[in-house]
């Protein structure tokens, strides 16, 4: 577990990339706090279908609701509720003892409301206000009409997992509806001490997509004209992305703007790393952990990622530092061979909230078949 200590000594806190309630029964969570340094939790629509269409543990809880005549969707929100609130109560004492900086758990709003600004503010005051718990974060995707949600929700004071990022563009849309969200608050006279963000990059997904454009390219190894080897970029787009959005997070974090806030007691937007998994078996297991390393990050791990950095990965102190020219000419050489990053970004932000989409009905679906039978097994 040593390895995963040391990634707090270096300024790194490293989340859950899961929750269920069978980690929250068995006391698993409270033993990751303990043993292997955990500091918080993510969730999303595709870890509720996971948790709650493969397990027992929900059945009471869903006969319960059955009972009340509750609609399928708000099963589901029930199930949801409870999973986060005893997580955030698991966590609080890590958010009390890091000052509000670490020990959140988070919830999503509704896929279908990617797209629906006003029904992203009034699903995330709704959420926010049900569940009642300091150390929450609603997550609301990047989406264009997400982004002056983003800023609303920040502005009320509701603290925000903004999720599916895979450009510096987006990013950087981002980091301003923050600054917005508190300058605002500021302009009012409100407190801006006890709000705090995370800026969620999709790291995995990045390589999967632009491996896939290099290699349908009809040059591979041979050289053409003065272009680049397809070859030579294979397994590089997610590392470079993330190492150059995090310059970018060290430009918008300092200056006149930022000390203005951070006078009034402002926080930085943390850089989260998300979709830490690797799903390409050529690459390391622990790719999407080593060069990231750094202060005022984040990185969110799925179970096989934190058994295989614990045991086999090595901690290095401020790795998202090194060779930032090289991160440069990985995405210069990419844009030469007719792969824009940003063009990237948006058909994986597209596809992603179709994915949450068709999990999140998935899981609704789950339920709606399982209402005889769990009541049936009763």
Same mark, same amino acid.
């Given at each position: ?28 969570? @409270?033993?990751?706090? =303990? $043993? #292997? !340094?955990?500091?918080? &939790? ?7 279908? +996971? ?87 609603? @997550?609301?995707?990047? =989406? $264009? #009409? !997400?982004?002056?949600? &983003? ?7 509701? +603290? ?94 300092? !200056? ?123």
């Amino acid at each position: 577990m040593n390895n995963l200590l040391n990634l707090i000594n270096y300024g790194q806190s490293y989340w859950l990339d899961n929750l269920t309630r069978g980690k929250i029964n068995s006391g698993e969570l @409270k033993r990751r706090i =303990t $043993d #292997e !340094g955990l500091f918080g &939790i993510t969730t999303n629509p595709s870890i509720f279908n +996971n948790a709650i269409s493969n397990s027992k543990d929900y059945n009471n809880q869903m006969i319960e609701l059955f009972n009340q005549k509750k609609q399928v969707y708000e099963v589901y929100e029930e199930l949801a509720i409870k999973d986060v609130q005893d997580a955030c109560d698991i966590m609080r004492p890590v958010f009390d003892k890091s000052d509000g900086v670490d020990g959140f758990v988070s919830l999503e709003v509704s896929p279908h409301l990617a797209h629906d600004t006003e029904g992203t503010i009034n699903e995330a005051r709704r959420l926010h206000k049900k569940l009642n718990r300091k150390n929450c974060f609603i @997550k609301i995707p990047a =989406t $264009d #009409e !997400g982004i002056p949600a &983003i800023e609303e929700m920040l502005y009320d004071g509701i +603290n925000i997992n903004v999720t599916l990022l895979f450009s510096i563009r987006g990013y950087e849309a981002v980091a301003e509806a923050y600054l917005k969200a508190l300058e605002r608050r500021v302009a009012e006279g409100k407190s801006i001490k006890d709000i705090r963000s995370v800026a969620s990059f999709f790291l995995s997904r990045i390589d999967v997509l632009v491996d896939r454009l290099l290699s349908q390219l009809p040059f591979q190894e041979e050289k053409h004209g003065e272009l680049p080897y397809p070859k030579d970029l294979f397994g590089k787009a997610a590392i470079a992305n993330a190492k150059l959005a995090y310059q970018a997070f060290g430009r918008i974090f300092i !200056g006149e703007r930022w000390n203005a806030l951070k006078r009034k007691g402002a926080h930085v937007q943390r850089p989260l790393w998300a979709s830490t998994g690797t799903k390409n078996p050529n690459y390391s297991d622990v790719k999407y952990v080593e060069p990231l390393i750094g202060q005022n990050t984040v990185n969110t791990l799925p179970d096989e990622t934190i058994a295989a950095f614990a045991n086999h990965g090595v901690a290095v102190k401020d790795t998202i530092l090194n060779d930032i020219n090289g991160a440069e000419k990985v995405l210069l050489d990419l844009n030469k061979l007719g792969v824009d990053i940003n063009d990237v970004g948006q058909q994986l932000l597209n596809e992603g909230i179709k994915k949450f989409e068709e999990a999140y009905d998935m899981l609704l679906s789950n339920i709606n078949a399982n209402r005889e039978k769990i009541i049936g097994e009763k």
